[in-house]
């Protein structure tokens, strides 16, 4: 009996009404689906329901439709598990029963320690001229070593690359190094400045807490939301580390194929999924995409498409969606197949675009402005249309 596919849910991450990428863009590039958070409320508090359905409002207004929250960010006092996190909990849960009051039942969220994303770079040029998000260890390394200060760091990098960080240092002017600063702790997820004696004291509390420690936090996190999530329908996705290696001394638990084991079977609940990011997982030298994805299938609420070329030291840039290590074809061709399973599609959204064409005169988001992201969601729908031979 031959396949029936339908097709996946074709989504677009939107920062709300100050994201210089409209809705109406959103239109004109043919998805459907809206990816977005309430960034104006601080991390911790509750998700009020009146701003809920306000931003649903708006939304639905252009003909489109909040399929996927992404993120409710998990406080920092839940992933160290200080004294206070079972407040901070308890706001998750009620910002959980507020969504589901509105309908909106995919939620997507990360555990990294105090980064949600690390780039040394955001403007690297690509040879068509557009520009692309970078991450260099060389680079990583002059930052913890020789501007961030970080106690022990030297021990983290081998010799081939300290002695590389060393030789750019000495090459940098000032300005260099601040523009090296902003790029490193943009992924700070408040978008505040943060200072540099601040990350070095939330470095040295992971440090106590360490792999072990921040995998338990983990556990303990879903285990306390777990009743509200089954009670309303709730599916919690998981983002995977980005990039998905330990750096300034941070741990990491979300980044290869053991650690998706360990938390799909430490709250083995239905609950309990994953965010698929072939970009963050494809940054893994030693990680198979595909090879993660058909672990987790089952347990895949929401995915991110994007692609990464790697070089030898496992620095990467973000490459075109159809370029780069990620063989995107088996992965649309593994997620179609999931999606064939499904009462209900599967969202995915174009993850992260080059900055190109109009858009380079521009100001916007890191990786996400309009046009690449635009030319990543034809490409990828086309890729649909081949796996599946469904128009």
């Excluded at 207004?61 to 909040?66: E, I, N, Q």
């Excluded at 084991?261 to 239905?270: G, T």
């Excluded at 992260?352 to 916007?364: C, F, N, S």
Aim: net charge negative.
């Amino acid at each position: 009996m031959e396949k029936k596919y339908k097709k996946l849910e074709q989504t677009w991450r939107w920062y709300g009404p100050n994201d210089p990428v409209s809705l109406q863009d959103v239109k004109q590039a043919g998805a459907t689906g809206i990816v977005t958070a309430l960034h104006h409320v601080p991390h911790g508090e509750v998700w009020p329901l009146e701003d809920i359905l306000e931003r649903k409002a708006i939304i639905e207004a252009s003909g489109l439709t909040w399929s996927v929250v992404e993120s409710v960010p998990v406080h920092e006092a839940i992933k160290t598990r200080r004294a206070d996190a079972d407040k901070y909990v308890e706001n998750y849960k009620t910002s959980l029963k507020n969504l589901s009051k509105c309908g909106i039942k995919i939620v997507c969220y990360n555990f990294m320690p105090v980064l949600d994303w690390t780039r040394t770079q955001l403007d690297l040029e690509m040879k068509d001229g557009s520009k692309a998000l970078y991450f260099n260890w060389i680079d990583l390394a002059v930052f913890d070593i020789y501007v961030l200060k970080r106690s022990k760091a030297e021990a983290d990098y081998p010799k081939s690359v300290l002695e590389r960080a060393e030789a750019k240092f000495s090459n940098l002017n000032q300005q260099q190094l601040d523009d090296l600063r902003i790029n490193v702790l943009m992924g700070i997820p408040n978008e505040k400045e943060i200072e540099l004696e601040t990350l070095r004291n939330s470095i040295s509390e992971y440090e106590k807490i360490g792999f072990k420690g921040l995998r338990e936090n983990l556990v303990y996190f879903l285990s306390s939301i777990a009743d509200v999530c089954e009670s309303e329908g709730i599916k919690m996705t998981i983002h995977p580390d980005d990039p998905p290696y330990p750096i300034l001394g941070l741990p990491r638990i979300a980044s290869t194929i053991d650690d998706f084991n360990y938390i799909l079977q430490n709250v083995n609940k239905p609950f309990n999924g994953v965010c698929f990011c072939t970009g963050s997982l494809g940054a893994g030298v030693d990680n198979n995409a595909l090879e993660i994805f058909n672990v987790v299938k089952e347990r895949v609420y929401f995915a991110h498409l994007r692609n990464v070329t790697k070089d030898e030291d496992g620095s990467f840039y973000e490459a075109d969606h159809l370029g780069g290590d990620v063989n995107m074809y088996e992965i649309m061709k593994a997620l179609s197949d999931e999606n064939a399973l499904r009462d209900k599609s599967i969202p995915f959204r174009p993850d992260h675009g080059h900055q190109m064409l109009d858009d380079l005169a521009k100001e916007t988001n890191p990786g996400y402005s309009a046009i690449g992201r635009l030319r990543g969601l034809a490409e990828l729908r086309g890729l649909e249309v081949g796996v599946t031979g469904n128009y």
